[in-house]
């Protein structure tokens, strides 16, 4: 096993029973343990939130492209879906990781709750807010949207993904250096999030080899909190 695993195992072996929320199932006859995770892409116009969808699911379903007279192509809420089988081990046995992974369209959404409610009814066990590392002055208000829809408790089960990390290498930046000249509210969005900071390189064809290291790390953050889900704050909009 993995390194980066290995610490995923000491707290999937918890006992989650007493958390709550408990994402484990069995996968039919042949007994193995699933955990079932909902992951949703928070990010804006031409963020890449389909390009991590797809290397998280490790497949092209997630509909990618360049948007026409600023208008992104994700126009509605999409959920993709992918099981992988023995992904990990928990209490000593295989165990299936499935990722239903749910990406939303731009802030323009009048009633974004209700997208979510809709497709995770569960909740959601992990955000992943997506910013392009060679648009760092993006998104501003990504924080406050995030906030009002899940209530302070989001930074716990957020991580940021800095799409187009290919734009470093030409532009001479180690990923480390980025940081520190990165805006304000990126240096602050990245201190805040538990699951720290992820860099995609865009320029890889192939998801599969893409996601596994970002899969691991929804992994180990799901465990951190014991793969509770956030649920969206009804009560803030009135419903």
């Known amino acids: 096993m993995c390194p980066c695993l290995s610490q995923a195992k000491a707290v999937l ?3 989650h029973g007493r958390y709550g929320n408990n994402p484990f199932g069995t996968l039919g006859d042949s007994g193995r343990n699933v955990l079932a995770l909902n992951v949703l892409l928070l990010g804006d116009r031409q963020s890449g939130r389909s390009s991590v969808g797809n290397a998280l699911i490790g497949g092209e379903d ?3 492209g360049a948007c026409v007279s600023d208008v992104s192509v994700t126009t509605d809420y999409q959920r993709r879906s992918r099981n992988f089988q023995r992904y990990f081990r928990r209490q000593g046995a295989e165990s299936d990781l499935t990722l239903r992974v749910v990406d939303t369209p731009p802030a ?3 009633r974004p709750q209700s997208g979510v409610q809709e497709l995770c009814p569960e909740g959601v066990h ?3 807010l997506i910013v392009r590392a060679d648009r760092p002055h993006g998104d501003t208000h990504l924080e406050e949207q995030v906030e009002t829809l899940f ?3 989001w930074r716990r089960h957020a991580l940021l993904v800095l799409t187009y990390a290919d734009w470093l290498k030409e532009a001479g930046l180690h990923q480390s250096v980025y ?5 304000d509210w ?3 969005l990245a201190e805040e999030v538990e699951g720290g900071v992820f860099f995609l390189d865009n320029s890889c064809d192939w998801p599969s080899i893409r996601g596994r290291p970002l899969r691991d790390r929804l992994l180990r953050l799901s465990a951190s909190n014991h793969h509770r889900a956030l649920t ?3 009560s803030h909009f009135g419903l």
């Open 13 to 15: 072996d918890m006992e």
């Open 62 to 64: 997630f509909q990618t």
């Open 108 to 110: 323009a959404v009048p």
């Open 126 to 128: 992990v955000l992943v």
């Open 151 to 153: 209530g302070p408790e």
């Open 179 to 183: 940081l520190t000249q990165a805006s």
């Open 186 to 188: 990126l240096r602050a």
């Open 232 to 234: 969206v704050r009804t």
